[in-house]
């Protein structure tokens, strides 16, 4: 494959991180779908910029800290 970033990937990519941040927002208490929708987009824009290989650290850790800043904001 070579490092090359597939739509499939991509997409499903966005729909499980879009599923396991809107279970964990409605464990949370939260009720709007924009914040579920902002993290996975955020998930799926790293994993498709981060270099061959890096996407299993800066996927997590980028999309975590985007959770903590943005859960005050929705």
């Known amino acids: 494959m070579g490092g090359q970033k597939s739509l ?3 997409t ?3 729909v499980v991180s879009f599923v ?3 279970i ?3 464990l949370a208490g ?3 779908l924009l914040l579920p929708l902002s993290l996975a987009m955020i998930a799926t824009l790293v ?3 981060s270099p061959y ?3 299993n650290l800066t996927v997590p850790f980028i999309t ?3 959770y903590y800043f943005l859960w005050f904001n929705f």
Do not use: P
């Open 24 to 26: 964990i927002a409605q």
């Open 8 to 10: 499939e990937g991509a």
């Open 53 to 55: 290989g890096t996407d």
């Open 64 to 66: 975590s800290l985007s």
């Open 12 to 14: 499903v990519m966005f």
């Open 47 to 49: 994993e498709l910029f």
């Open 30 to 32: 939260g009720s709007s």
């Open 20 to 22: 396991v941040a809107f």
